[in-house]
C-alpha cells in the first residue's frame, strides 16, 4: 500500500504537487495581468492595443477560473473614452466596482436593475433589498429631483419639508 498525504485524498506528494501548480497559475496570471494593467495605463485610453495581452490574460484566467474584470475594464475604458462619458458611466463603474470586491460580487444585474448576489444577503439589512432593486435615475436636473423627491418620501419626508 502507498503511503497517503495527511488529508487521506492522494498519494503522498500529490497535494502538494497540486498546491504547487495553483500557485504557480496564480503567480502566472497576476504576472500576465500586471503586464495587461500596465499597457492599459499606456494606452491612452484604448484598450485595443492591448488586444494581444487581453486574450492571453482571457486565455489563462478562463482555464484557472479566475475573474480578472476584463470586460468590466474594457467597457469602462470604453464609457470613460467616448461621449457616453457625459452620462456618467454609472453601470461601467459598478461593474468594475463589484467585479473588484475582495470577498466576490455582492450586487449582479438583475434585468434591468441590481439584485443581491447569492449567498451576500447577510452582508444587507432586509430594507436594502428595496434600493438594490432600484434603478439609475436619468442623470438630468429632472430626474435626480424626481429621485430624490421619491426617496425622501420612502423616508417619510413631505415635499418642501427639510430635516436635518
Known sequence: SSATSADGLFPQGLTELVLSGRRAMASAIAAKKKEWTQCLAKSSGNPGRCEKLEKELASASKFAGVDCCIPETVNLMRCTGSSRRAKGCAEEFL???ECNRAGGRELIKDGNAYGIAPGKAGAF?????GLVGSTVPPRTLQGMTEFGEDYARSLGIGPGEVRF
Open 95 to 97: 461593474n468594475m466596482r
Open 125 to 129: 439589512q432586509p430594507s436594502a433589498v
